[in-house]
């Protein structure tokens, strides 16, 4: 029996903080679950901060029997820790070793592609779930898009063939993790293969339905929110993930949402 139910590590980063201070709030009080990173000491301030009463585990994702003794001590990972390519790689392998179900915020799309190559089919054989791009980077696409298709469907008896997106900043920018990521990718030359709308469904029968658009590149006036309107920057990785989603739903046979 697993001693936890969901372990949630980089506890101590930006998002991390913020994910355990939700759980603390809201997780149901049956739910066992524990703070991880590899910073012992930063671990026992946040305890102190927040005044936890869960476990603190100290692992490396760079030490692969750190992780393969933290894996096997849950029944899911949540991990916050980017980039994902440097420091996600050892943690879905086990979890999909020893059939663990992962979740993770990366939009690191030519990273998921390699572990998707590397760890699927161990993934299948074991049962693990592997979920990523769980953060607002795609969730808000993923899922929009998924409730038009079903209004569409409901309210009309028609598919949704196209979809524009626009988000909003008043205030803020980008976090610590997502400007290394984003830099990671750059100095990788992993950013060329986000040009290719193919990239997450390449190992799905279901791809045929993705259409060529050429996305707008440039500033332009959007008429049917009357603004002008500038380019997302995960514009290219959203899309992906939603093809995916679209693709897997047809691969298991269910319609799309």
Request: hydrophobic letters at 40%; charged letters at 25%; aromatic letters at 10%.
């Amino acid at each position: 029996m697993n001693k936890y139910d969901v372990i949630l590590y980089d506890a101590t980063g930006f998002t991390g903080k913020r994910t355990v201070s939700y759980f603390q709030e809201h997780a149901p009080k049956d739910i066992r679950w524990a703070i991880a990173g590899r910073n012992e000491q930063k671990l026992m301030k946040l305890k102190q901060e927040l005044n936890l009463e869960v476990d603190a585990l100290i692992a490396d994702t760079l030490n692969e029997k750190d992780i393969d003794i933290l894996v096997q001590q849950t029944k899911v990972i949540l991990t916050t820790a980017g980039p994902f390519a440097l420091y996600g790689s050892n943690l879905i392998g086990c979890c999909a070793k020893y059939g663990v179900h992962y979740v993770d915020i990366t939009g690191e799309s030519p990273w998921v592609r390699d572990m998707l190559d590397k760890h699927g089919e161990a993934a299948k054989a074991s049962g693990a779930k592997i979920i990523p791009f769980c953060g607002f980077d795609s969730i808000p696409a993923d899922l929009g898009i998924w409730f038009l298709q079903k209004y569409m469907r409901e309210k009309f008896q028609s598919e949704l063939t196209k979809a524009d997106g626009y988000y909003t900043m008043a205030k803020g920018g980008l976090n610590g993790g997502t400007l290394l990521s984003a830099l990671n990718m750059l100095e990788s030359g992993e950013i060329r293969r986000l040009g290719n709308p193919k990239l997450l469904t390449k190992d799905l029968k279901h791809r045929d339905f993705i259409p060529k658009i050429k996305r707008k590149v440039l500033n332009h006036y959007a008429k049917d929110i009357k603004r002008w309107v500038y380019p997302f920057f995960m514009a290219d990785v959203n899309t992906k993930v939603v093809y995916r989603s679209i693709a897997l739903a047809a691969e298991y046979g269910k319609a799309h949402p």
